[in-house]
């Protein structure tokens, strides 16, 4: 491709972005590995979109009024790196730049938010981003219903690639900005015919303008090569009150040899075909180098953003300072006060009064209690909210004409409801959660997982958590989900017995600051369990003696949720014959696994005969409480699911899977001999 | 609603439709839960499809080239129990009907394809169905193609409501059935406006019509209650060449007193309600009870089918007997006799020649001598066709113009490759399989989750299985998704050590009729470790002794995939110290527990250290084998993952994660004490 014509019409811009692409060649060379097409196509949008209308100040990435970026096709990281580096970011050294993608580098393979405090999320796994930025922009219109337009007033700019828009989770992500209407949120698809099998056509034909369209976007078509339609097109995005997308056509690794070839979306790094590209941009710098004009150039559009920002500053300080406290405290992640003694005076009512309630009605309880003093919370449901108990009585509905509502009706998306979360947690500000059954942690689970790889507090109120769903059947109830979350590295799975254990694991999820929560519920009814209050939260401790043995112990009893309770049954069906049983109670065995030894060991003491109990499949997490722990094989037992469930009436399906008091005392016999 | 219009213009229709929509009340008041408003709303539709159009004869529900009906919208499952029992099904008897939702009943809360032969596909989780169905259009098209019309022509019809067409995976089934025009899809959209929590409004606002347009679809707008609208539009569908979307405007619960609302969505079981709508539906049966004549009418309809199924048989007949006997082999799943010889020799020549070659490498070095001699694989990747090492030489590309072809680009739709191939293999005469990185397992997971629940052999090509990956960071790393396929009931996951583990998964995946695979691939080069030619399946027995201990046995060594060669590492430094070291290779856990405990117990004697490595979490099931089958927590230990990986070149992830012999030989010297 001849690029003579798009250097001379705009050289200045045309400097400022072959810098993005020159240094996309040379880190990606240097690693030897990486994706070298996107940058390179999307340079001329990203310089545009950074020159000339991002709210950005580099010295101060986490500033809460700034634009913010998200690179949803992640694989094209060092678009992201070369702005950074070049606008003068802090962290984003040239140093940074030569170590793309090597071992403790903060420019990693696909952009990290743990690494890097100008990467607003994790992306990578394809549809996230845009997913997460329905999230970020619908944070924005909340906040700013909340604290005014002169705090709270900026752009979502996402790009986009065919990878994020082929993935389903775009589809979920499309209907919830156009349903209600985030104005603020700006896509550039990168329109470049090209995914890693070859020419998209191979796999999609798929008319994008329509179907954005279908969802009630704004959407523009541009050549993504020329400033002048880039920045018109920005404009009138700015402008319009519906989402905004404008596909961008481009040329994938433009002026390289591998331009619109697939072979282009990889890691390009022949010498010869490097150098030439550099020479068809006209670039004159060496590896790695930036001629000081065009840095400087750059380092004054990292700084653009530094008046508005004082200006900001200026607005904050004439909130009220209550107003200042609370913005600060959310922002920062930071419970209330209120929070602990709030919890506890719901724990001592319950030790009262003793209700016999699904958990998943205690869950709204604790949230009855929760919402009104934290501001910060926004709930929601995938369609399930009187089943899930989501749905306080004064969170209001977020929608077009109510944007202070902290109620979202995601309709039947848990997918992009758990994306739009990660985002909102992202933005700052937001505490969200949604429900969604247990079962369907597997349509939510890609964004799950991003949860806790990058570090994000989102709650997951997961509700029906076992054969307890009854006449839906094997579809609808969990067996192996339990192991899925557990298995997952930086990941609470919380599930309470009752409504005590289940206000704990809301206190414990609200006051989490890196780690997201997983509260699996009850559909059934459970007696309290927890019948003396105590003022500490035990659930934080992961498993705990419930009830000490009264005969000599000889068995430890070891549940968790929906079968505590069965584990008390069988203590004193136990007990009755004599034989002393500890039950212990596990809402949390992650939390457990973090405690020291010797606490441990006093609640697991080496000798007695064990017996887990949970409606669900023994790999989750129950051989290390059974066989480790100072247990043996001999003496240990489970008794739970082998296999998928069935569709029944619940109580008969417990009785049919033998997760009984019953079925306990006769495994406790079998291996007490 | 009045429904005298309705009921007088088409007087005979609508006794049919009514037929329906009582057996629904009765069997929902009976159990006391279901779904009644969706059979109730689609109850026309259904009449007119199965009365004018479906090509199904009731007494051979599973003939090859009989029309496919998907209830997508699987929770209105008494839509299809009471077409079955109208028509005269075997299994669906009166008493069925009476136990819907029942223990042991084969109407189970959502249709499941393991107890209903006419059920062809479990469904429940909403947007399965309609993902299942492009599987199956593809399917017949494929077929088609190979045995000609006269023996495969066939519709697959469809009824989805808004939450199959919110869940994101629809979009991807869209794109698919669009891009590869299969005209023979026909979706019936139950366009009544409602969800659980209200009014759609209140989630989505999506245009469908224009949304589908945009996919390449042929859309019908019709009023869903007018058999003449129904009829005419069917006729339309089946013209046209491209997938048809027929927006059926319903009355959710029509007739009830829960019409239009999203009460009429759940279980509607008011005795004087009842009575109403049956009263408005002019219906004269007590609870369960048809009229004679309105019985024999469906009959009639349920018979419908039995000439042309006679007819085909003929021409069925006609076919050489090598195709009779192939399309009969395939339909059965028998693998071809050649199968197991062919597998053997592979094996041979790879223990020959050891060559050093990543399992995803040697996974297609399987599929060079599979595919030859099974025409019912059909492979394909989520646009990583070149990473995933999933297309051979003589499959070519399914397309518009070759149908032919057995490699399907499947774009980057991870869900939706899996559901379609779900479908493929539920439709019959195809085997599938299909690549994606194994991390993105978590996109796909809800398709992988349904194909062990309904017992479908789908094999899953999961490349890129570990830290391995490298440079492309932590969301590309599984670590946790061993464990996830590992809990997962009815799931073969296999992770072979080299090029003969390899085919040896290849061949139990082939082979098998009702459990699916999980095949987990290196990205990087592996030693051969099995040089001895066996001439049995050792993979078969889920782990086995893969080398003995030289010196006096004091150390077992278990490792999967790439790990048994650090293990067989190991090994050598620990005998060169005079430490006996066994080491056991563990392709497939499943297959390990579903040994004799003989077996097991000669592979893992109690007595000496354990030691497991694996490049993924300890959760993944090492546990059982450590600390059980006759291990001790003091023996025992783990090298591998305790959290996400990194972004770095894969070797030195290695050595930065202790995944080395060198950190093997450590943790057993710090065992032997």
């Known amino acids: 491709m001849d690029l003579t014509a798009l250097r001379s019409e705009n050289p200045d811009h045309w400097n400022k972005a072959a810098a993005i692409r020159a240094l996309t060649l040379d880190a990606v060379a240097g690693a030897n590995s990486g994706h070298s097409g996107m940058p390179i196509g999307m340079a001329d949008v990203a310089t545009v979109l950074f020159e000339k209308h991002m709210k950005f100040d580099v010295s101060a990435p986490k500033w809460a009024d700034r634009d913010r970026f998200i690179l949803s096709a992640g694989h094209g990281s060092m678009l992201i790196y070369s702005l950074l580096y070049l606008m003068g970011d802090a962290q984003v050294t040239l140093d940074q730049i030569k170590n793309f993608r090597q071992s403790g580098a903060l420019t990693a393979g696909h952009p990290e938010n743990f690494l890097l405090d100008a990467v607003e999320v994790t992306t990578g796994p394809l549809g996230q981003g845009i997913s997460n930025a329905v999230g970020f922009a619908m944070a924005e219109e909340m906040l700013r ?9 900026h752009h979502t700019y996402v790009i986009a690639g065919d990878g994020c828009l082929m993935e389903g989770i775009s589809q979920e992500a499309l209907g919830l900005a156009g349903r209600h209407q985030l104005g603020k949120l700006v896509v550039f698809w990168d329109n470049n015919n090209i995914t890693i099998d070859g020419q998209l056509d191979l796999s999609d034909r798929t008319n994008q303008v329509q179907r954005f369209k279908a969802s009630g976007w704004h959407v523009q078509e541009i050549d993504g090569h020329d400033p002048v339609q880039i920045d018109a097109a920005i404009e009138a995005a700015k402008k319009t009150k519906k989402p905004s997308m404008i596909a961008c056509k481009t040329h994938i690794a433009l002026g390289h040899a591998a331009q619109d070839t697939s072979k282009g979306h990889g890691a390009l790094t022949d010498a010869d075909q490097l150098k030439a590209a550099k020479d068809a941009y006209g670039w004159t710098g060496g590896a790695y180098q930036v001629p000081a004009e065009i840095k400087s150039q750059w380092e004054e559009i990292g700084k653009r953003g530094a008046d508005a920002r004082a200006e900001w500053e200026g607005r904050f300080a004439e909130l009220s300072q209550q107003k200042q406290d609370r913005f600060n405290r959310i922002f920062a992640l930071e ?12 724990k001592k009512q319950v030790s009262e009064s003793q209700p016999k309630v699904a958990t998943r009605k205690a869950s709204e309880m604790a949230l009855e209690v929760i919402n009104p003093i934290m501001p910060e919370t926004i709930g929601g449901s995938a369609d399930l909210t009187g089943s899930n108990n989501t749905k306080t009585g004064d969170l209001g509905m977020f929608d077009t004409d109510n944007r202070k509502g902290r109620y979202v009706y995601w309709g039947i998306r848990e997918h992009g ?5 990660n985002g909102m947690a992202l933005h700052g500000g937001i505490r969200p959660y949604g429900g969604t059954f247990f079962c369907f942690t597997d349509y939510a689970r890609p964004a799950m997982r991003l949860a806790a790889l990058s570090k994000i507090p989102t709650v997951f109120v997961m509700t029906h958590d076992s054969i307890g769903v009854g006449e839906d059947g094997p579809t609808h109830q969990p067996v192996e989900h339990l192991a899925i979350c557990r298995a997952t590295p930086n990941t609470y799975t919380f599930r309470p017995a009752d409504a005590v254990e ?16 997983v509260i699996a519920l009850t559909r059934q009814g459970l007696p309290t369990v927890r019948t003396e209050h ?8 992961g498993a705990y003696v419930l009830a000490e043995a009264e005969s000599k112990r000889q068995v430890i009893l070891m549940a968790s949720g929906s079968e505590v309770s069965t584990a008390m049954a069988a203590k004193d069906l136990l007990e009755a014959k004599g034989i002393g049983t500890r039950v212990v109670s596990v809402p949390c065995m992650e939390l457990f696994h973090a405690q020291d030894e010797s606490y441990r060991r006093k609640v697991l003491p080496a000798g007695p005969v064990r017996v887990a109990i949970e409606a669900a499949v023994r790999d989750g997490g129950w051989d290390r409480l059974l066989l480790g722990e100072r247990g043996q094989e001999k003496k240990a037992g489970f ?3 082998e296999g998928f469930g069935a569709s029944a009436p619940a109580g008969e399906l417990f009785e049919k899977f033998g997760i009984t008091a019953e079925g306990t005392v006769a495994k406790v016999q079998e291996l007490l001999g």
């Open 534 to 541: 105590k003022l500490s939260n035990l659930t934080e401790k």
């Open 335 to 346: 419970a209330p006060k209120k929070l602990s003694a709030t919890i506890k005076a719901l």
């Open 417 to 421: 409801m758990a994306a739009a979360m």
């Open 639 to 641: 008794v739970g699911m």
């Open 145 to 153: 219903a909340q604290y005014g337009k002169k705090v709270v007033d």
């Open 502 to 517: 289940t206000a704990e694991a809301w206190e414990i999820a609200l006051t989490s600051k890196e780690t997201p929560s």
